[in-house]
């Protein structure tokens, strides 16, 4: 009888890309829901937790980045759909810089654009990380 | 990732410091400037002083006035009070223990760093004193030491107050001393939290029975939190006897000079105001202090211009806000204020002198100088004239930054100058030297 392996894990990412990856959900998650309790409230601790969040978010996301460019470089590694992937990862990292600097400004003059930024990049680190982990190429054949 | 911040902005000074001009707009000077509307860009303008040695040079002074350097080496000088016997002191030091809230306050902290001495602040009060009266402070001696980052000084009626960063002492003192004769009485404490914008100016009244304390904002504009701004943008009026404190005036974001006009009594301040919302806002300014005036900060400027970037707003305060007298130019950095005396030569009898540290937030550089502002019957009257310059060149080469500004009455002014750590000495001409 015929086995097919199915990896619960995908073989194709790597584990240090993949945490990588996995961790920018909640380091862009967080900076939208500190501007949005910021927003809220006018209480600037909240601004500064965003603004390290974001360089968190930057550092990960960052990282990642360097790995799944390596991936698409490389023949063997070169997985269906990799390219968007690489291209969200890009967009994200890239929105998160900019927020980055919106979030230099001192006090009110971050809002509300960095909230919106913010927002904006929580999606695309949720979709980024949705595209990475699904790109392996080891699927069921039917 | 925010290094590439860091080295961009380098870069962008590197490249903006080439350009010369670097001066306020004619129409940013006096009772009405021209307000431009607020602007940022993805990061502030950053052009930082390059230091660099003297060696021969000295400041530019007026045709007719002649300028030297007193007292060097000093550990970081700041203000200055000429004593009744003519005797300089110096309060020297360095405060401040705002902690980085934010990755912008790491960076802009190491940039801002690079444009200021790296000698370590003396928490002293040094004394100068030229004996023979040649020009030539032979002796320079530490009157009282251990101090708390000294700033403001104010000497009436025998008695010498000293601004520290945290409170207002007291100091007896008798013609000739060269040494205090004992550690100082407090007379109150100053606030001090956080203390972002730590310098405590001063001055008293000439009764010597009232104090007034300049008292800087926590923050730029309320980036801190607004419960960091309680006590702080605002002159104290102090009671010398009791230490008895109330707000004088409010909304002054740092009163970073204070003093009192000869004849009428009042109290004029020159008052560094908001950075980050474009080269030419908001003009820093002298201004007569109103007894229970409101200012502005953080909700407006210049009236009732509002800095949206304060939040929650407050309609009634940016209704009361008060205009300042007259706007020395955004950025300039005016860190002294001195009342002139006839002594001083006919051109610059009748005015106030400025000293402009100089600017960080601003493409081409402004301030970096000492400015005389003329006045008639007892208000300004005309544009700012330069009193000292050469401190900066156009490349960015800064050899000094002017900081507290006194006028010794028997005719000189004395420039602290807290990048090459000098005490700088004008005196006109035609005077004996």
Request: charged share 20%.
């Amino acid at each position: 009888m015929a086995v097919i392996i199915e990896p619960r894990y995908s073989e194709a990412i790597h584990p240090l890309h993949a945490l990588l990856l996995a961790g920018i959900i909640p380091l862009f998650l967080g900076p939208a829901l500190s501007d949005a309790a910021y927003a809220s409230t006018y209480e600037i601790q909240w601004n500064n937790f965003a603004s390290w969040l974001i360089v968190g978010g930057l550092i990960f996301s960052g990282i990642a980045l360097v790995f799944a460019i390596v991936d698409l470089c490389r023949a063997h590694r070169r997985a269906r759909g990799i390219g968007l992937y690489v291209v969200i990862l890009l967009l994200t990292w890239v929105l998160g810089f900019f927020n980055a600097l919106m979030h230099a400004r001192d006090a009110w003059a971050s809002m509300p654009t960095g909230l919106v930024l913010s927002i904006i990049v929580a999606v695309l680190a949720c979709v980024a990380a949705w595209f990475g982990f699904c790109t392996p190429a080891i699927r069921r054949t039917r | 990732m925010k290094r590439t911040g860091l080295l961009l902005s380098l870069t962008l000074s590197a490249l903006l410091a080439g350009f010369a001009g670097g001066d306020v707009k004619s129409a940013q000077y006096g009772a009405e400037p021209e307000l431009p509307k607020p602007e940022r860009g993805l990061m502030p303008d950053m052009v930082i002083a390059e230091p660099a040695q003297w060696g021969d040079r000295l400041p530019t002074v007026p045709q007719g006035y002649t300028i030297s350097a007193i007292a060097k080496d000093l550990k970081i000088p700041r203000q200055t009070l000429v004593l009744p016997n003519g005797d300089i002191l110096v309060a020297e030091g360095r405060g401040g223990s705002a902690p980085n809230l934010k990755p912008k306050d790491v960076i802009a902290g190491y940039i801002k760093a690079k444009g200021t001495s790296s000698v370590k602040g003396g928490n002293r009060l040094t004394l100068l004193r030229d004996a023979d009266g040649d020009g030539v402070y032979e002796l320079a001696t530490v009157f009282a030491d251990k101090l708390n980052a000294p700033y403001g000084l104010a000497f009436a009626d025998g008695k010498l107050y000293v601004a520290n960063q945290d409170a207002l002492l007291r100091f007896d003192y008798q013609d000739g001393q060269t040494q205090a004769s004992g550690a100082p009485q407090k007379v109150a404490d100053l606030p001090s939290a956080i203390n972002h914008h730590w310098t405590k100016s001063l001055a008293i009244s000439d009764d010597g029975q009232t104090l007034y304390v300049g008292i800087g904002s926590n923050s730029n504009i309320t980036e801190r939190g607004m419960t960091a701004e309680v006590d702080r943008a605002l002159v104290w009026q102090v009671e010398a006897d009791t230490g008895l404190h109330k707000p004088y005036a409010t909304g002054l974001r740092n009163p970073t000079a204070l003093a009192i006009q000869p004849g009428t009594g009042q109290l004029w301040a020159v008052v560094n105001e908001r950075d980050e919302i474009g080269p030419d806002l908001v003009p820093d300014y002298l201004t007569a202090v109103r007894e229970g005036g409101f200012y502005g900060w953080p909700y407006s400027y210049w009236g009732q211009n509002v800095d949206e970037r304060a939040q929650p707003q407050d309609p009634e305060k940016v209704a009361s806000a008060i205009k300042p007298d007259y706007s020395l130019g955004s950025h300039v950095a005016a860190l002294g204020v001195a009342f002139s005396d006839s002594k001083m030569g006919p051109e610059f009898a009748d005015g106030v002198f400025v000293g402009e540290h100089g600017s960080w937030n601003r493409k081409d550089p402004v301030g970096y100088k000492v400015v005389f502002v003329p006045f008639k019957d007892g208000r300004p009257a005309g544009p700012p004239v330069d009193f000292v310059a050469g401190f900066r060149d156009s490349d960015g080469t800064t050899r000094g930054r002017p900081v507290g500004v006194t006028v010794d009455p028997r005719g000189a002014l004395i420039i602290a100058d807290d990048l090459s750590n000098t005490i700088w000495r004008v005196v006109p001409a035609a005077a004996k030297p």
